[in-house]
DNA sequence: GATAGGACCTCTAGCCACTAGAGGATCAAG
DNA sequence: CTTGATCCTCTAGTGGCTAGAGGTCCTATC
């Protein structure tokens, strides 16, 4: 357990200089390095990677995992503030999914319509176009 | 209809810096300008700026819709190619939505599990760190 | 014709979360 | 001892805007 940058990258699925900048951004904590300074991790830092990575692919920001972060660091800390980071985020997830059900809906009918024909009869230019009228819903 | 840009702006949703970033990547053409080196626009840009906003809207790139643009300026060409640029993002937005659909079920099962005492017991940090071993799906 | 204040102008820099590339040092195997 | 993969730092670029500074123009009213 006295990895380097590159195996930490492999057993976290996150990229060499993702890692560097999760660094640079105080993510992660500055490893000790080699003497030919090359940085070495050891199993807390796969974990926490690993942690940083799966609440990122949930889609939490970065100002988010910094904080469950920082309350998993301190256990005797109620889990308030964790759970309301995660209410947030699943009413944010339902909007996104609605939004891109819609679209999914358009797209298709538009793709159903095109004419295989020329730009002239593509109801897929047409549809862009033809939507002039519905204003932003947000 | 020599509309200057805040009117533009209000009668197609999209704010006046985003209008001049557009015309600064070249989705939208220089419009003349009056003697005071103001912008004015006509009926044209209206239309093509609400194609731009529609399709943004749906997800589309802003080189996918440079794409589409100048397909719809030549009439006579085959819808080919705005066929495949709609049924690729359609499948990326299936994938996303699938995505967000298994996201959505995991902060469910978290948020619930989630026993609203202290960290320790808190099942949201738990479920954060307990997933490091599925590696990306992509 | 003067003036007020809103809308307009250009320009630069910032946002997020990375990603790419230059140019060089280090490490491990043969 | 050499090779070549991996590592280092640093700067700059990505997409799609957004914000702000500092100044000019337009139009309505007095």
Known sequence: MNL???ELSRRTA??????????QIGL??????????????GKAEVDRLNFIRHARE???EVD????????SAEPQASCHTA???ARNHLVEIER???SLTALKGELTRMIDECGHGHICDCRIIEALADHSQCYGDH
Do not use: C, H, W
């Open 4 to 6: 380097p940058i590159g």
């Open 14 to 23: 996150v990229k060499v200089p993702t890692i560097r900048f999760y660094e």
């Open 28 to 41: 992660l904590p500055k490893p000790p390095r080699t003497e030919g300074n090359q940085r070495r991790y």
């Open 58 to 60: 949930l889609g939490f």
């Open 64 to 71: 988010d995992i910094r904080d469950l972060l920082a309350m």
């Open 83 to 85: 759970d309301s980071i």
């Open 96 to 98: 996104r999914i609605a």
